[in-house]
Antibody
Framework: EVHLVESGGGLVKPGGSLTLSCTASGFDFSRYTIHWVRQAPGKGLEWVSYISGSTNSISYADSVKGRFTISRDNSKNSVSLAMDGLRVEDTAVYYC???????????????WGQGAVVTVSS | DIQMTQSPSSLSASVGDRVTITCQASQDITKYLNWYQQKPGTAPKLLIFDASILETGVSSRFSGSGSGTYFTFTISSLQPDDIATYYCHQYDEVPYSFGQGTKLEIK
């Protein structure tokens, strides 16, 4: 059974840093692209970043470009999202999600984690 | 960037009603449109992908149609368990984007 579990959320001051992790199980992790999607309190969904299975393709939303860094360790079935220069508007639940199709980057998001809460506040 | 305009933003309907939500893309996304259901406090769940393909295990009461820039999502007979917020999502090009959501309530 496919499982994605986020960890590393918490409270951080504006300008601070935090690293989220997404640990996966139940599938051939290295063959799938993983995305981060966030949801601010009471708001809709916003795609944040993706990393392909082989790590040769990475992309970011403009709102986080230059501040967030995505990486993965296929030996540990994990993806990380390092967040620097955090702003109040980065406050959200952060979900990791799997691209549905093997190898292909562009695909629906078929499995999601339960989410990690990030609060940026002084 | 592709903007996704979803309507209505909220909808109240009775059990058994046929419910339709629309999603319009700011440019042609061919068939690369998905629909998700999100219940409070939980992660989104994929219902429909590539505009009209029902995800495995999802009730056949849900359906999708459309191509290009205009898409619809339909619940054929609303059930109490369908109460949720529904989102469309384009993956034709980066940055991937979502509609603003439709909150569905029982009348």
């Amino acid at each position: 059974e496919v499982h994605l579990v986020e960890s590393g959320g918490g409270l951080v001051k504006p300008g601070g840093s935090l690293t989220l992790s997404c640990t996966a199980s139940g599938f051939d992790f290295s063959r799938y692209t993983i995305h981060w999607v966030r949801q601010a309190p009471g708001k809709g969904l916003e795609w944040v970043s993706y990393i392909s299975g082989s790590t040769n393709s990475i992309s970011y939303a403009d709102s986080v470009k230059g501040r967030f860094t995505i990486s993965r360790d296929n030996s540990k079935n994990s993806v990380s999202l390092a967040m620097d220069g955090l702003r109040v508007e980065d406050t959200a639940v952060y979900y990791c999600a799997r691209s549905a199709f093997v190898v292909v980057v562009a695909a629906p998001f078929d499995f999601w984690g339960q989410g990690a809460v990030v609060t940026v506040s002084s | 960037d592709i903007q996704m305009t979803q309507s209505p933003s909220s909808l109240s309907a009775s059990v058994g009603d046929r419910v339709t939500i629309t999603c319009q893309a700011s440019q042609d996304i061919t068939k690369y449109l998905n629909w998700y259901q999100q219940k409070p406090g939980t992660a989104p769940k994929l219902l429909i992908f590539d505009a009209s393909i029902l995800e495995t295990g999802v009730s056949s009461r849900f359906s999708g149609s459309g191509s290009g820039t205009y898409f619809t999502f339909t619940i054929s007979s609303l059930q109490p368990d369908d109460i949720a917020t529904y989102y469309c999502h384009q993956y034709d090009e980066v940055p991937y984007s979502f509609g603003q959501g439709t909150k569905l309530e029982i009348k």
